[in-house]
């Protein structure tokens, strides 16, 4: 087998060990026998210290802005193709490699006191995701936003409206989801897409399998919004950044967007766009009724995991659980 030319010797390797045809890639820094082969010219320091897991529509974008302001914490470089994210871990991205990944991000000027991170919102709900990241930044700590389920999938909803997907164009939200297993098949699609991220202690438990606890933080997502000062503030102690930056002058609320923005050079204010944030009409209370019931065995549930692991029962949790 020595003397196969090289093309051949992989076609062989992977007839004699087909599990190993999907990638799992890990750092080359971490790994003596790979990092002998890894070009001098690369640098295992263009990886990032933590991620913004999401999930979708719990206010990711305004938890990487808040964090881009800081001085020590670097983003990625915006994806053209996936809204600003990298989505690496999941989807067919992954595939291509770490260069690619890598070469999301700048070089950290120090590495000790610089964070870099990214924020991809799909990464929460994905089943392959938490071993991939694993494999490839075990020491990495990890940021999700939680936020009523209900209300996650309503405002998902109308983010699939305001792109014209022309199931949610032709489906009421009470429609989708008490779509039924009849139902057409694109219809399921959607429905499962809009529920199932919100069933958070099943995706939760998953990064778990994986990380220990002491590496996840969860952000009450209407705490991000209402008081995300005091949020930042504890984000910063997660990740023991030091100094603490100040954000009581970086943001302040901007009565016309009724959310925090990012105060700007000249005292201007740069909220966010406007697909953050978006005007709709309330959820129909029959959608509410029914959705309270979907997600409250999986919201029970979600609670005694967040006692078991010592975490902070989010607010809306603790009012959904004594209603
Ligand atoms: P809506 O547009 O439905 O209100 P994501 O960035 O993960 O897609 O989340 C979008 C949601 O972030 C918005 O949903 C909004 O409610 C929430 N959000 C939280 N803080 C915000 C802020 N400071 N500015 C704008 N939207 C914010």
Redesign the pocket.
């Known amino acids: 087998l020595k003397q196969v030319p090289p093309l051949e010797l992989g076609i062989k390797y992977f007839e004699m060990f087909p599990e190993e045809k999907d990638p799992l890639w890990q750092d080359p820094c971490l790994y003596k026998r790979h990092f002998m082969i890894w070009s001098a010219n690369k640098s295992c320091d263009r990886l990032p210290k933590f991620l913004v897991i ?1 999930p ?7 938890l990487y802005t808040f964090l881009g302001m800081h001085p020590a914490i670097l983003h990625n470089f915006k994806s053209p193709d996936t809204f600003e994210e990298v989505q690496f871990f999941n989807g067919n991205n992954y595939y291509k490699g770490l260069d690619w990944y890598m070469d999301f991000f700048p070089m950290p000027e120090n590495t000790t006191s610089d964070f870099l991170f990214e924020k991809s ?1 799909t990464y929460f709900d994905n089943e392959l995701v938490p071993r991939r990241v694993f494999a490839l930044l075990p020491k990495a700590k990890l940021i999700t936003i939680l936020i009523h389920p209900a209300k996650r999938a309503y ?1 998902w909803y ?2 699939q409206r305001a792109h014209g997907d022309p199931v949610a164009m032709n489906y009421s939200f009470l429609e989708i989801v008490k779509a039924g297993d009849s139902a057409p098949r694109k219809l399921r699609e959607l429905r499962n897409r809009c529920l199932i991220p919100g069933i958070y202690v099943q995706h939760l438990s998953r990064w778990l399998e994986h990380f220990p606890s002491r590496q996840l933080f969860i952000v009450d ?1 209407e705490r ?2 209402s008081k ?1 000062i005091a949020v930042m503030n504890n984000v910063q102690r997660f990740l023991h950044i030091e100094p603490r930056y100040n954000y009581s002058a970086q943001i302040r609320f901007d009565q016309k ?1 009724g ?3 990012q105060v700007m050079d000249e005292n201007k204010i740069k ?2 766009g406007k ?4 005007q709709y009409p309330p959820m129909e209370e029959e959608a509410e009724d029914y959705l309270r019931s979907f997600y409250r065995k999986h919201n029970i549930q979600l609670s005694k995991f967040l006692n078991k692991h010592n975490y902070r029962i989010p607010d809306w949790l603790e009012r959904e659980l004594s209603s």
């Open positions: 999401g979708q529509k719990t206010g990711t974008t305004a919102a405002s109308q983010h997502g991000l919004k995300p967007k959310f925090y923005c909220c966010l697909s953050k944030g978006r």
